[in-house]
C-alpha cells in the first residue's frame, strides 16, 4: 500500500503563490504517474496535474495552464505543484494521487492511491 503525504497548503491573496508537495511512502509502479486533483464543496472532482517517473506527459487542466508546474524528485519519492498567480477560484482541497499510469487525471476519477489531502485558500 502506498502512503501520500501533502503539504504547503494554505491561505494567500489573489496573485499569490504556493508549493504543494508530496511524499510518497515508497516507488513503485503504482507510483509510476504521480499528480494532483481538487475539490470544492458544490464542484465535481478536476484532475490538476500530473507526472510520469521519466518526467514524459506531464498534463496540466485548461484551468491552470501557464499558472501551475509540477515536478517530481524521484531519488525523494516527492511529487511538487508550483501554484502561481493564483485565483480565488483555485481554491479548493488538493489531493495528491498516484496510479501506474494517469488516466485517472484526465478523467476526473478517484487515483487508486490518495493522501489525506490539503487546503488551499486564496481570497480575492
Known amino acids: 500500500q502506498v502512503q501520500l503525504v501533502e503539504s504547503g497548503g494554505g491561505s494567500v491573496q489573489a496573485g499569490g503563490s504556493l508549493r504543494l508537495s508530496c511524499k510518497a511512502s515508497t516507488s513503485t509502479y503504482s507510483t509510476n504517474c504521480m499528480g494532483w486533483f481538487r475539490q470544492s464543496p458544490g464542484k465535481e472532482r478536476e484532475g490538476v496535474a500530473s507526472i510520469y517517473t521519466d518526467d514524459s506527459d506531464t498534463y496540466y487542466a485548461e484551468s491552470v495552464k501557464g499558472r501551475f508546474t509540477i515536478s517530481r524528485d524521484n531519488a525523494k519519492n516527492t511529487v511538487y505543484l508550483q501554484m502561481t498567480s493564483l485565483k480565488p477560484e483555485d481554491t479548493a482541497m488538493y489531493y495528491c494521487?498516484?496510479?501506474?499510469?494517469?488516466?485517472?487525471?484526465?478523467?476526473?476519477?478517484?487515483?487508486?492511491?490518495r493522501g489525506q489531502g490539503t487546503q488551499v485558500t486564496v481570497s480575492s
Open positions: 494521487g498516484a496510479e501506474g499510469t494517469c488516466g485517472w487525471v484526465y478523467s476526473g476519477d478517484p487515483p487508486l492511491h
